[in-house]
């Protein structure tokens, strides 16, 4: 049973232009959610994250956006540029658990063409 | 500072062997997390260190799988009797704990490419 689900793999937008990368997520304890981006061969970066308290977290070009009531959140790059060409994954977690353990969806590739 | 780094990039074994892999969390961390990502998959949870306490190992997908971490800072994940099914990129990660009124944010050694043959 897949608690974090990323639907889309693959994502290709032009260059300037805004990606969107969705995420949904089944388990209601999950109240913290984090973007992380890869590149191959490398281990993921942390890219920005939200907590439930929120509905939108906004780090220079990177906002993401959260919607508790439909369980989805989204990570919006704008302008979107070669150097973002990645996967990305989202993750979450439930803080009341006993660890902090993220539940990762299965990720997007985005590749932004020149 | 120095980011997470982990032993060896790459690993080739055979089946039935048993593999050892290491993780150098960040100074300071004292949480620890192994994390496997299988071809095609998400990462998948495999056990989390906290300080003196007892381990979470309820991702340990069976009983080849043990982990340790000596003096709360190196971790060193074990699989015994390898199978070609325990073929993925084996990750680390390191956060402060959640005590310290962090957030918790985990961050990622390069991985451990381990391929069963």
């Known amino acids: 049973d897949q608690q974090v689900k990323q639907n889309s793999p693959s994502l290709s937008v032009q260059e300037g232009r805004i990606s969107i990368l969705n995420c949904d997520y089944t388990?209601?304890?999950?109240?913290?959610f984090l973007w992380y981006k890869k590149y191959p061969a490398e281990g993921p970066t942390f890219l920005i994250s939200i907590s439930s308290i929120k509905d939108k977290n906004e780090d220079g070009r990177f906002t993401v956006f959260l919607n508790k009531s439909a369980k989805h959140l989204s990570l919006h790059i704008v302008p979107s540029q070669p150097g973002d060409s990645a996967v990305y994954f989202c993750a979450a977690r439930d803080s009341g658990a006993g660890s902090y353990q993220l539940t990762f969806g299965k990720g997007t590739k985005l590749s932004v063409i020149p | 500072g120095a980011g997470v780094s982990q032993s060896p990039s790459n690993k080739v074994t055979e089946k039935g062997k048993d593999v050892e892999l290491r993780c150098d969390p960040i100074s300071g961390h004292t949480a620890l997390y192994w994390y496997r990502q299988s071809l095609g998959q998400g990462l998948e949870f495999l056990i989390y260190f906290q300080g003196n306490s007892a381990p979470d190992k309820s991702g340990l997908p069976s009983d080849r799988f043990s982990a340790e971490r000596t003096g709360g800072s190196v971790s060193t994940l074990t699989i015994q009797r390898t199978q070609q099914e325990d073929s993925a990129v084996y990750l680390c990660?390191?956060?402060?704990?959640?005590?310290?009124?962090?957030?918790?944010?985990?961050?990622f050694g390069p991985g451990t490419r381990l391929t069963v043959l």
């Open positions: 388990n209601s304890m999950f109240d913290y």
């Open positions: 990660a390191s956060s402060l704990a959640k005590t310290s009124g962090g957030t918790g944010t985990q961050y």
